[in-house]
């Protein structure tokens, strides 16, 4: 298979795609806390990252979970203390807490 691009799927700049965090507040993460995860988000806004509830993302029992697109990371067991250093860290740092990642997809080496 050649390297080419295909014109009718062009290349997206990742850069060009805002930033959204997703926090699952769906029955099993609401209980391990994920309301009070959303409300640690809301209360540190930044300009230009999108974050909303969502529902289920099908990692129940791993929460709360959180979800930043567009790059897909995963960030399992979130606590509302740990928030202030995912913003300052991935949403305006551009670089992911390695010890929040979410095991499942993101194997430590
Ligand atoms: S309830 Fe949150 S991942 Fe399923």
């Known amino acids: 298979m050649s390297n080419t691009t295909h014109p009718?799927?062009?290349?997206?700049?990742?850069v060009a795609v805002p930033k959204c965090v997703r926090v699952c507040q769906n029955?099993?993460?609401?209980?391990?806390?994920?309301?009070?995860?959303?409300?640690a988000f809301a209360a540190l806004p930044v300009p230009g990252v999108v974050v909303t509830r969502s529902s289920c993302l099908g990692q129940c029992g791993s929460g709360p979970m959180v979800l930043v697109l567009p790059e897909m990371v995963w960030y399992s067991r979130?606590?509302?203390?740990?928030?202030p250093l995912l913003v300052e860290q991935?949403?305006?740092g551009d670089q992911r807490v390695q010890q929040m990642l979410y095991y499942r997809f993101h194997p430590q080496v």
Not at 9 to 14: L, V
């Open 27 to 39: 029955r099993t993460c609401k209980k391990q806390g994920a309301a009070d995860v959303l409300a």
């Open 78 to 83: 979130v606590q509302p203390s740990e928030v």
């Open 90 to 92: 991935h949403l305006i």
């Open 8 to 14: 009718q799927f062009p290349t997206i700049d990742p």
